[in-house]
């Protein structure tokens, strides 16, 4: 059983940067990995997703160009460097881990990912 422990939520002012950890308890190059989010009173979305080789990464609409995935296989890491947060931004940030396919494969399919982690909190005031 994969565990995921996030880590680097907060409270932030609009236009600040936070950058998210995911510490994996197996070995993270054997899944695709990505991020979700659920702001209060709306429906989860995803954030973006990174294949297994690290290679591949896609961030979703209003994010792009604000952040970044990155993961770090030697340490079991995988990160979400946020830039330019907006209140809009605000909700509770899941990593999420799917079983191994192909290294470059990437998707931003919930049922893809069996692994969830706990959430961490990110809150930006206008």
């Known amino acids: 059983q994969v565990q995921l422990v996030e880590s680097g939520g907060g409270l932030v002012q609009t236009g600040a940067s936070l950058r998210l950890s995911c510490a994996v308890s197996g070995t993270l190059s054997n899944y695709v990995m990505g991020w979700l989010r659920q702001a209060p009173g709306k429906e989860r979305e995803f954030v973006g997703t990174?294949?297994?080789?690290?290679?591949?990464?896609h961030i979703v609409g209003s994010m792009k160009g604000r952040f970044t995935i990155s993961k770090d296989n030697a340490n079991n890491t995988m990160n979400l460097q946020m830039n330019g947060l907006k209140p809009e931004d605000t909700a509770v940030y899941y990593c999420v881990a799917g079983e191994a396919r192909a290294p470059d494969y990437m998707t931003v399919r919930e049922r893809d990912y069996e692994y969830w982690g706990q959430g961490t909190q990110v809150t930006v005031s206008p």
């Open positions: 990174i294949s297994r080789n690290g290679r591949n990464t």
